[in-house]
Antibody, heavy 117, light 110 residues
Framework: QVQLQESGPGLVKPSETLSLTCNVS????????WSWIRQPPGRGLEWIGF???????NYNPSLQSRVTMSLDTSKNQISLSLSSVTAADTAVYYC???????????WGRGTLVTVSS | QSVLTQAPSVSGAPGQRVTISCAGS?????????VHWYQQLPGTAPRLLIY???NRPSGVPDRFSASKSGTSASLAITGLQPEDEADYYC??????????FGGGTTLTVL
């Protein structure tokens, strides 16, 4: 059974770049789509983007100018970078494996990132 | 403001049937895009509950069912149990905004 584990700094300063990594175990990155989803404390889910194992991406238009998703097949890892963060980017960030291009089938446990000085 | 609209909360007594609705528009559910449902138990990550409008992944009890009609979808839970208390989210695709979620519905088992 595939397992996803997010990791990265729990605290990021405003205007800096948030960087997270998702380690994939129990399965290969290919030939799947991958996604990052975030959830501000006490609020709903927000889709950040999709990343295909070929490297092609599809981002939420509201975040597109600040987001970069990438993968490292040698390490079986997915990465997320979000630049120029503000307090509004404070959220639990989930790494998700996608089935059939839209089904969020396997979720990591999530990691809380707080944006604060 | 979520693209898909869900009631913030719903409640029911053990054994009862409850439904959770997800209202969309012609640019998402009404355009024929699949609707998926997720259950988020307190303090945990969401998990896939229903995919492709009506399909249950293995391990999901048949007490959970879903349907879609026009620009809306709904999730039904029969024989309500205390462990069903959770947040429920619908998800679809929108031709303008890509992947979209409902705002979530909190189910309380009385």
């Amino acid at each position: 059974q595939v397992q996803l584990q997010e990791s990265g700094p729990g605290l990021v300063k405003p205007s800096e770049t948030l960087s997270l990594t998702c380690n994939v175990s129990g399965g290969s990155i290919s030939p799947y789509y991958w996604s990052w989803i975030r959830q501000p404390p006490g609020r709903g889910l927000e889709w950040i983007g999709f990343l295909y194992f070929s490297g092609s991406t599809n981002y939420n238009p509201s975040l597109q100018s600040r987001v970069t998703m990438s993968l490292d097949t040698s390490k079986n890892q997915i990465s997320l970078s979000l630049s120029s963060v503000t307090a509004a980017d404070t959220a639990v960030y989930y790494c998700v494996r996608v089935r059939d291009s839209s089904i969020l089938s396997h979720w990591g446990r999530g990691t809380l990132v707080t944006v604060s000085s | 403001q979520s693209v898909l609209t869900q009631a913030p909360s719903v409640s029911g007594a053990p054994g009862q049937r409850v439904t959770i609705s997800c209202a969309g528009s012609d640019s998402n559910i009404g355009a024929g895009y699949d609707v998926h449902w997720y259950q988020q138990l307190p303090g945990t990550a969401p998990r896939l509950l229903i995919y492709g409008d009506t399909n249950r992944p293995s391990g999901v009890p048949d007490r959970f069912s879903a349907s879609k009609s026009g620009t809306s979808a709904s999730l039904a839970i029969t024989g309500l149990q205390p462990e069903d208390e959770a947040d429920y989210y619908c998800q679809s695709f929108d031709t303008r905004l890509r992947t979209v979620f409902g705002g979530g519905t909190t189910l309380t088992v009385l």
